[in-house]
């Protein structure tokens, strides 16, 4: 990243190129393996069977980068829709360490909705 002023200096001091080999070109150092892979698929099918969701069902589960002071290095995003309605729900850790117990509990889900017009970031 060429840090030719302040700003673009602290830039690259917050969002610093990772060193990892396998870095997706953006500097976000996303991982692939199978074990990755197989946690984002736990976390689906776990959120699947919490909140009592159809085989069709859309689930997308995420792991979002943050170097943002006070943000957790890395957190997992999970979006669910049923029907046209979305709800939405994040876990301050990374997807590889989440356990099932960590998901909200299937009461809560009337206050995963996420309203119409609400812009998120993550998802």
Known sequence: MNTDNDYDAALAGWFPRSPDPVDDGAG????KGPEHLAALERVREWTRQRFKLSDDAAILVSEIVCNLPGCPPLETAVVFWEGET?????????VEEVAYDNLPYAWMKESLILPEGFGCDCC
């Open 86 to 94: 979305r709800h939405h729900f994040k876990l301050f850790k990374p």
């Open 28 to 31: 976000f150092g996303v991982k």
